[in-house]
Structure formats: structure tokens, C-alpha cells
């Protein structure tokens, strides 16, 4: 797949500035068109005693605009559309990629003051939009995306599910290190799996690792860490082991409170 339209919610903060930043560097210019999405409280009706400032969809534009010019004075000749919504985010997401489907969303994980709406709604994002998304924190430093982790929960994955990541690996010329994540790779179904995960990696450089047991979050930090990885990937699939945990608690941990953008691949 190639990509062409990245979806950038953004609420006009740092944070979300980095998630520009992170998917321009990495797709570019050339073929690509952005979408820049804020989100506003409509307000429901008028009252004299709020002030006039408080028009939330013209705020709404006139943020885009500043947004628009940040993004074009990093990135020079690149499409970029605006797009103001006052619906929820996770449903502003999905109705934009109906009306022109969106090849991956790329946002960051924490508004303004770590309470801006880009912040509040991300988590909704990662579990309820329909395409991928790649989640930028707060902590994220630019540099050169050479190394990834893709967590496999062992249930299988196909192709299609796999593409985002395979583009942005072959784009990049990353190295992918696979954590199979389940029975050790000493069983005939564990094997079966890592050489289909082999062959769709294909010329991808990529290597296996494994890990059982309730540690997994503690095994993908730990490599993270040992190894510098620039990303992590997860497929999340309904009823799965990621899907609760990335609606549970431990989701915090994995995609808000990391140096590391997270790629949340979805099911095909």
C-alpha cells in the first residue's frame, strides 16, 4: 500500500505539533496529502454572560490556519486540508475516513497542559477509529526511525493488517525485531507462525524474539530500551489480549506515558 492521506488531529499544542512533525518526516511530501482535524465544544446556546471569544468553531478555524502554517514552514511544498469538527474525536476520525478514507491517523497522546482534547480522546482513538493510528508522546525527540518493535500476540496476521508497517518500514529501512508473544517457539504451532510472520516480512530486515507469560508489557520496555527502538507496533483485534489491554489500565502505560510512538495496526 501506498500511503497518500495522513490524518493529523491536532488541538493546536505541542504535543500535537510533534505529531506533524514525526509523520511528515517520515512519509514526506511527494504524493502525500494531510488532513489537519481539530474538534470544538458547540455550544448549545447563547448567554450574555459568556464571552465573545468563547466561538469555539471560529477558534476552531483560526487555530487550523496557525497550524496549517507551522506544519508548511517545516515540511515547505506539502498539501495539506483543514477540517473543523464538533463531533467526538474517535467519531470525527471515522467520518472523515468515510467520506475520504484515511491511510493512517497520526496524533499525539497529550493536549495542551496534558489536558487538551487531543489528549482526553486519544485512548478512544487507538480503540474505536477504523484505520491505524500511530500515537506521538509528549517525550518524542526527532531522529531517524531505524529500529521497530512489532509485538505479536501469535494468533495470526495477515498481509493486509501488516502494510502500514511494512510501508513504513521499507520507506525508512528500518530494522523490524518481532516479539512473538505466547507458547514458546519450541511448539509446531509457535514455529508454523514465525515462518508465516517470516514470509510476509519478506525483504524486510527483521529478527524474532519470544516471551511468555503476564510480563509482556515489562519485556516490550525492557527491549525497547536495551535495543533503541524508534517505534512499537500492535495489532489490535476485538476480544484479543491487546484489544483489553489497550482498553484496560495497562493502556497508560503503553501508549501515553512512553518516549516511544506506538503504531496500532487494525485487523483486515
Keep these: ?133 500511530i500515537t506521538v508522546p509528549a517525550q518524542w525527540r526527532p531522529a531517524p526511525l531505524s529500529r521497530i518493535l512489532f509485538a505479536d500476540d501469535g494468533q495470526g496476521v495477515s498481509r493486509a493488517s501488516l502494510e502500514p508497517l511494512l510501508d513504513i518500514a521499507r520507506r525508512t529501512g528500518a530494522h523490524v525485531t518481532i516479539l512473538h508473544v505466547g507458547s514458546t517457539t519450541e511448539d509446531p504451532r509457535s514455529k508454523e507462525q514465525l515462518r508465516i510472520l517470516h514470509t510476509l516480512f519478506g525483504e524486510v530486515p527483521h529478527g524474532f524474539n519470544s516471551v511468555e507469560g503476564p510480563d509482556v508489557i515489562e519485556a516490550m520496555d525492557r527491549l525497547v530500551v536495551e535495543q533503541d527502538m524508534q517505534l512499537v507496533a500492535v495489532l489490535r483485534r476485538k476480544r484479543s489480549f491487546w484489544d483489553r489491554m489497550l482498553r484496560g489500565s495497562t493502556s497508560k502505560r503503553l501508549s501515553m506515558h512512553t518516549t516511544v510512538p506506538l503504531l496500532v495496526l487494525r485487523e483486515a
Excluded: W
Excluded at 118 to 133: E, F, I, L
Design 1 to 133: 500500500m501506498n500511503m497518500k492521506h495522513i490524518l493529523l488531529p491536532t488541538d493546536f499544542s505541542e504535543t500535537s505539533q510533534k505529531a506533524a512533525v514525526f509523520a511528515m518526516d517520515l512519509f514526506g511530501n511527494e504524493g502525500m496529502e494531510y488532513t489537519l482535524l481539530n474538534t470544538y465544544l458547540k455550544q448549545a446556546y447563547r448567554n450574555a454572560l459568556i464571552p465573545l471569544q468563547l466561538n469555539t468553531e471560529q477558534a476552531s478555524r483560526n487555530g487550523l490556519r496557525r497550524m496549517e502554517r507551522r506544519c508548511r514552514k517545516h515540511a515547505g511544498e506539502v498539501y495539506i486540508a483543514r477540517r473543523s469538527s464538533f463531533e467526538q474525536l474517535a467519531k470525527a476520525v471515522n467520518d472523515m475516513h468515510e467520506s475520504k478514507p484515511v491511510d493512517l491517523v497520526v496524533m499525539g497522546t497529550q493536549g495542551e497542559g496534558n489536558y487538551g482534547r487531543v489528549g482526553q480522546n486519544s485512548n478512544s482513538v487507538v480503540t474505536g477509529s477504523t484505520p491505524p493510528v
